[in-house]
């Protein structure tokens, strides 16, 4: 398994497990949707550009891709795997709580230069994607049912991350799959 879709709402930690599985497998490089979408202060790039970076970046050998249910259109057709991040909601809202404080005044690494983080403006963005929660598990779960064959892991715990880190790991062992 060598191409890998790192999906969930915001707060979900999709930046920090494509960190930690590029970290392990240094062969498959990180891609954050985020920094293909974004130029400065939030603003998206236009959608032709972004379009045509991430088909870019979806034509190599191996990568693993994290970002939000509207990533999945582009990339779902070209991965071989996919890890669905669904913590519960009380965790979402706590790192979203903590992640602008943590980030105050700069960019976080996943992101483009110029992309701050001040609470006020992530609080109102956050209570957004907190209430859309429905929305987020539908677009996903449509997407998936379209998609025979993926390898899928549905990710509500820590156990359940260690155990899909585990097995894709060891899947780049295995020249079967």
Same mark, same amino acid.
């Given at each position: 398994? *060598?191409?890998?879709? /790192? /999906?969930?709402?915001?707060?979900?930690?999709?930046?920090? +497990?494509?960190?930690?599985?590029?970290?392990?497998?240094?062969?498959?490089?990180?891609?954050?949707? %985020?920094?293909?979408? =974004? $130029?400065?202060?939030?603003?998206?790039?236009? *959608?032709? =550009? /972004?379009?045509?970076?991430?088909?870019? &970046?979806?034509q190599?050998?191996?990568?693993? /891709?994290?970002?939000?249910?509207? +990533?999945?259109?582009?990339?779902?057709?070209?991965? #071989?795997?996919?890890?669905? =991040? %669904?913590?519960?909601?009380? +965790?979402? &809202?706590?790192r +979203?709580?903590?992640? @602008?404080?943590?980030n105050?005044?700069?960019?976080?690494?996943?992101?483009?230069?110029?992309?701050?983080?001040? @609470?006020?403006?992530?609080?109102?963005?956050?209570?957004?994607?907190?209430?859309? *929660?429905?929305?987020? *598990?539908?677009?996903?779960? $449509?997407?998936?049912?379209?998609?025979?064959?993926?390898?899928?892991?549905?990710?509500?715990?820590?156990? #359940? &991350?260690?155990?899909?880190?585990?097995?894709? =790991?060891?899947?780049?062992?295995?020249?079967?799959?």
């Amino acid at each position: 398994m *060598r191409k890998l879709i /790192i /999906i969930g709402p915001n707060g979900a930690g999709k930046s920090h +497990l494509a960190a930690r599985l590029a970290a392990a497998r240094p062969d498959v490089p990180a891609v954050s949707f %985020d920094a293909v979408k =974004l $130029t400065t202060n939030w603003r998206q790039r236009p *959608r032709a =550009l /972004i379009e045509a970076d991430l088909y870019e &970046a979806l034509q190599k050998d191996s990568w693993i /891709i994290e970002g939000g249910p509207s +990533l999945l259109p582009f990339a779902i057709d070209h991965a #071989d795997s996919l890890m669905w =991040l %669904d913590p519960p909601e009380w +965790l979402r &809202a706590w790192r +979203l709580i903590v992640r @602008p404080l943590r980030n105050i005044g700069r960019t976080r690494p996943e992101l483009p230069q110029g992309n701050i983080d001040w @609470p006020w403006e992530q609080y109102n963005f956050a209570m957004r994607s907190l209430k859309n *929660r429905a929305g987020f *598990r539908t677009k996903i779960s $449509t997407q998936l049912a379209a998609t025979p064959g993926l390898r899928v892991w549905r990710i509500r715990s820590s156990a #359940d &991350a260690s155990s899909a880190i585990e097995q894709w =790991l060891g899947a780049a062992d295995r020249p079967d799959v």
